[in-house]
């Protein structure tokens, strides 16, 4: 135990960084790293914090799985039907468990898409109600996109929706380990799902969560709620192991910082432009200079900006 501690240490202190700029950690596989175990048990194969391209094959959220004394449960199906079989390969090799749930994090295409895979096993994929709304309204368009940047490896995939759903949590007991599927609230996408294991203070905690990245604002996102969400239902859990939707396993007080903290500040610059009579067109440029450090800021950071405003403006 005090080895993985040890590792574990490191990565807690920033001693893990992800970049952009680092080539595929694991050429010889379509994951772009291979998994690690992050405490014993729970494993995580931590992807790119680039957008999804060819070379990362997709594979730029985490992939996690559960290994229980009767079962595997994954976390996330992947962006692909040969993403999801590259991560069920690597399952296979670290124990004879049969892979028994998928959980989608939310209705985005790199946790849902390679749900085709599983489910040609007879795998049940859960999920929560909103994301599998999400699924249903975009699935299409998320397959379309997926199939532009990775071609020839977007084979065999198709739309495959969770044949299970939840509303604001389910119970898992399996092979003696007990997990909660949270909906904690509303946060960064419909659907948002996180997989908390009491006993072992860790929380897989999907997209509410980041740290090495810039937290996406979609038009559609609800910053305020978000931050609600974090504060009345996440804080309290206080999980002492946090696995991101993005970027590597870390805790609590640095995706607070990172996230929370990130949009608290840019709710307070955005808010402070609107009160002094500003517009949409200077929006983008308040300042967020402090985060530029993050991954995905020069792709994310004036559309962040944007999106809170138009989310502010009439509040």
Same mark, same amino acid.
């Not at 399952?91 to 085709?116: F, R, W, Y």
């Not at 590597?248 to 500040?265: F, I, S």
């Not at 067109?281 to 950071?301: C, G, H, I, K, P």
């Given at each position: 135990?005090?080895?993985?501690?040890?590792?574990?240490?490191?990565? =807690?202190?920033?001693?893990?960084?992800?970049?952009?700029?680092?080539?595929?950690?694991?050429? +010889?596989?379509?994951?772009?790293?291979?998994p690690?175990?992050?405490?014993?048990?729970?494993?995580?194969?931590?992807?790119?914090?680039?957008?999804?391209?060819?070379?990362?094959?997709?594979?730029?959220?985490?992939?996690? /799985?559960?290994?229980?004394?009767?079962?595997?449960?994954?976390?996330? @199906? @992947?962006?692909s039907?040969?993403?999801?079989?590259?991560?069920?390969?690597? &399952?296979k090799?670290?124990?004879?468990?049969?892979?028994?749930?998928?959980?989608?994090?939310?209705?985005?295409?790199?946790?849902?898409?390679?749900n085709?895979?599983?489910?040609?096993?007879?795998?049940?994929?859960?999920?929560?109600?909103?994301?599998?709304?999400?699924?249903?309204?975009?699935?299409?368009?998320?397959? &379309?996109?997926?199939?532009?940047?990775?071609?020839?490896?977007?084979? @065999?995939?198709?739309?495959?929706?969770?044949?299970?759903? /939840?509303?604001?949590?389910?119970?898992?007991?399996?092979?003696?380990?007990?997990?909660?599927?949270?909906?904690?609230?509303?946060?960064?996408?419909?659907?948002?799902?996180?997989?908390?294991?009491p006993?072992?203070?860790?929380?897989?905690?999907g997209?509410?969560? %980041?740290?090495?990245?810039?937290?996406?604002? /979609?038009?559609?996102?609800?910053?305020?709620?978000?931050?609600?969400?974090?504060?009345?239902?996440?804080?309290? =859990?206080?999980?002492?192991?946090?696995?991101?939707?993005?970027?590597?396993?870390?805790? =609590?007080?640095?995706?607070?910082?990172?996230?929370?903290?990130?949009?608290?500040?840019?709710?307070?610059?955005?808010?402070?432009?609107?009160?002094? @009579?500003?517009?949409?067109?200077e929006?983008?440029?308040?300042? +967020?200079? +402090?985060?530029?450090? =993050?991954?995905?800021?020069?792709?994310?950071?004036?559309?962040?900006?944007?999106?809170? %405003?138009?989310?502010?403006? %009439?509040?």
């Amino acid at each position: 135990m005090r080895d993985y501690l040890a590792v574990l240490a490191l990565l =807690l202190a920033g001693g893990a960084q992800a970049s952009e700029d680092i080539a595929d950690q694991y050429p +010889q596989s379509e994951l772009y790293s291979k998994p690690v175990e992050v405490i014993p048990h729970v494993w995580s194969a931590i992807g790119a914090t680039a957008p999804p391209t060819y070379e990362n094959s997709g594979h730029n959220n985490n992939l996690s /799985f559960i290994v229980t004394g009767d079962g595997v449960i994954v976390v996330n @199906g @992947g962006a692909s039907a040969r993403l999801a079989k590259a991560l069920h390969d690597e &399952i296979k090799a670290i124990t004879d468990q049969p892979v028994k749930l998928v959980i989608n994090e939310n209705g985005q295409g790199h946790a849902m898409l390679g749900n085709s895979y599983w489910r040609d096993l007879g795998v049940d994929v859960l999920a929560h109600v909103d994301a599998v709304a999400e699924t249903k309204h975009r699935g299409d368009s998320l397959l &379309i996109g997926m199939e532009g940047y990775n071609r020839d490896k977007a084979e @065999g995939t198709r739309v495959e929706h969770a044949n299970l759903t /939840f509303e604001d949590r389910h119970g898992i007991d399996m092979g003696g380990v007990k997990i909660e599927v949270l909906h904690l609230g509303p946060a960064h996408s419909p659907g948002d799902t996180q997989v908390w294991i009491p006993e072992w203070s860790i929380m897989i905690a999907g997209d509410i969560a %980041f740290h090495e990245r810039m937290p996406p604002i /979609f038009t559609d996102t609800c910053t305020k709620c978000w931050i609600e969400t974090w504060e009345t239902a996440l804080e309290p =859990l206080a999980p002492t192991y946090v696995i991101p939707g993005h970027g590597h396993p870390t805790n =609590l007080a640095q995706v607070r910082r990172y996230t929370h903290d990130y949009l608290v500040d840019l709710r307070s610059k955005v808010g402070a432009h609107i009160e002094a @009579g500003g517009q949409l067109a200077e929006a983008y440029y308040v300042d +967020q200079d +402090q985060w530029r450090r =993050l991954d995905t800021f020069e792709e994310l950071a004036t559309k962040n900006a944007g999106n809170v %405003f138009a989310e502010m403006e %009439f509040e």
